[in-house]
C-alpha cells in the first residue's frame, strides 16, 4: 500500500508587506531585495491569529477537496518552528479547533524542512495501514519572530500555511515513493533563534540583545543550500530509478529564487518545471512546499501518474527531497 495526496490546501493572512513597505523599515530597497532573493513582496499574519489559525485555515481548504471531515481524520502531523505555544504542540490546537478528537497529533520540528519531515512520517503510518486519514501541515508565523530592524533577515521571512491530506491507495502507479532526509547538526550555527528555549530562558538582556529572534549567516547557508538540494534530489529520485529528465513538476521551498534556479540548473531541469510564489511570499519556511503544492495543484499542474519532485532545505541544517507519483 502507499500514501497518496487526495487533497491539498493552503492560506495566507490578509495583510501584504511589500518591498516598499520595508524601504521604510530599514536601510535597504526593492533592486536589491529582488535582485538578490526574488521576492517582492510577504504576508503578515493579524495580530490575533497564531499559526494555529492560519494551520486551520488551509486545512479545511484540503480536507474539502479529500472530501473527508475533520472528525475523519487519524493522525495530525505539523511541521512549524512558531508554534502557538512551547507546548503543547500546534497539531493539538489545530485538532482542538477543527473539533476532532479521534486523531493522535504531535509537530515536527525541521524548520525549513518540517513539512517534508512531517510527510514523511505520516506516510509510514498510512503506507502501513496503521492509519487511514492523515493531515500533514506546514505552517508559520515567522514575523512574530523576525527582528524587523535587521535587513539580513527582516526581507526574507513571510507568514503561511499549507496542508495535505494523506490516503492509502492500492494502485501502484500513484503516491508517494521515496523521500530522503538529512540533517548536519554541525550547521546549527549559522541558522538559529537563540534564546527562549533552555539554554537561554526568556530574561531581559536576552530580550535587549534581541536572541529571541532568527539570526542567520545567509551566505553559509546559501552555500551549503544548493550543493545539498541537488543531491538530496537525486538521491531521492535514484530510488526509483528515475532521473531528473523524468520529473514532470518540481515543488522546491521557495527561499530564494537565486537558490531554485541554481539547484534547478544542476539538475538540467528547466525553470517552467517549477512552481514559483517566493515573490509574492518570501520565504515561509515549512509552509512553503505544501503551499507551493496546493497553487499547481489548484492550477491544474499535477494529473495523476505525473513525477512530482519535492525539495527544502533550513535550520539544522536539516534537509531532504521526495518522489511522488501524483
Ligand atoms: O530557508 C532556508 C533558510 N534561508 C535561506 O535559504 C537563505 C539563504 N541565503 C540567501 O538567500 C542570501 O544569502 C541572502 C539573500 C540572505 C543574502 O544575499 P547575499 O547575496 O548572500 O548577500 P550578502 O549577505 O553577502 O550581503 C551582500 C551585501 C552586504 O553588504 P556589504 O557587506 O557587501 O557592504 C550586506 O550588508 O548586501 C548587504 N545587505 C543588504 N542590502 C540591502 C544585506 N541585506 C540587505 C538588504 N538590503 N536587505
Not at 512574530?144 to 492500492?170: K, S, Y
Not at 540533517?183 to 527562549?196: A, E, F, K, N, Y
Request: with cysteine; aromatic share 6%; charged share 25%.
Amino acid at each position: 500500500m502507499r500514501s497518496l495526496i487526495t487533497g491539498t490546501g493552503s492560506y495566507v493572512p490578509e495583510k501584504i508587506l511589500t518591498n516598499a513597505d520595508l524601504e521604510k523599515m530599514v536601510e535597504t530597497n526593492d533592486q536589491w531585495i529582488v535582485e538578490r532573493t526574488g521576492i517582492k513582496e510577504r504576508h503578515i499574519a493579524a495580530p490575533e491569529q497564531a499559526s494555529s489559525d492560519l494551520a486551520v485555515e488551509a486545512s479545511k481548504k484540503a480536507l474539502e477537496m479529500a472530501g473527508l471531515k475533520a472528525e475523519d481524520l487519524d493522525l495530525i502531523v505539523v511541521g512549524t518552528i512558531s508554534p502557538d505555544y512551547q507546548f503543547p504542540s500546534c497539531a493539538a490546537v489545530v485538532q482542538g479547533k477543527l473539533g476532532n478528537k479521534k486523531a493522535f497529533v504531535f509537530d515536527v520540528s525541521a524548520a525549513c524542512a518540517g513539512s517534508l519531515y512531517a510527510l514523511s512520517v505520516a506516510d509510514r503510518f498510512v503506507a502501513t495501514g496503521a492509519v487511514r486519514n492523515a493531515l500533514v501541515i506546514g505552517v508559520e508565523t515567522l514575523s512574530r519572530i523576525t527582528d524587523w530592524t535587521d535587513r539580513n533577515t527582516c526581507v526574507l521571512f513571510g507568514d503561511g500555511a499549507g496542508a495535505m491530506v494523506l490516503q492509502p491507495t492500492e494502485d501502484d502507479r500513484r503516491g508517494l515513493r521515496s523521500i530522503k532526509l538529512h540533517t548536519d547538526g554541525s550547521l546549527v550555527p549559522i541558522l538559529l533563534m537563540p534564546g527562549g528555549g533552555s539554554k537561554e530562558p526568556i530574561n531581559q538582556a536576552l530580550i535587549d540583545a534581541k536572541s529571541h529572534y532568527v539570526k542567520m549567516n545567509g551566505r553559509e547557508v546559501f552555500k551549503v543550500a544548493v550543493r545539498a538540494l541537488d543531491d538530496s534530489c537525486r538521491e531521492a529520485l535514484a530510488v526509483e530509478k528515475l532521473s531528473p529528465s523524468d520529473v514532470t513538476w518540481v515543488c522546491a521551498h521557495q527561499a530564494n529564487k537565486r537558490i531554485i534556479d541554481a539547484t534547478l540548473e544542476r539538475l538540467g531541469i528547466p525553470q517552467e518545471k517549477c512552481w514559483m510564489n517566493v515573490h509574492k511570499y518570501g520565504n515561509t519556511s515549512s509552509a512553503s512546499v505544501p503551499m507551493t503544492l496546493d497553487e499547481a495543484n489548484r492550477a491544474g499542474w499535477l494529473k495523476p501518474g505525473d513525477v512530482v519532485l519535492m525539495t527544502a532545505i533550513g535550520a539544522g541544517m536539516a534537509w531532504g527531497a521526495g518522489v511522488i507519483r501524483w
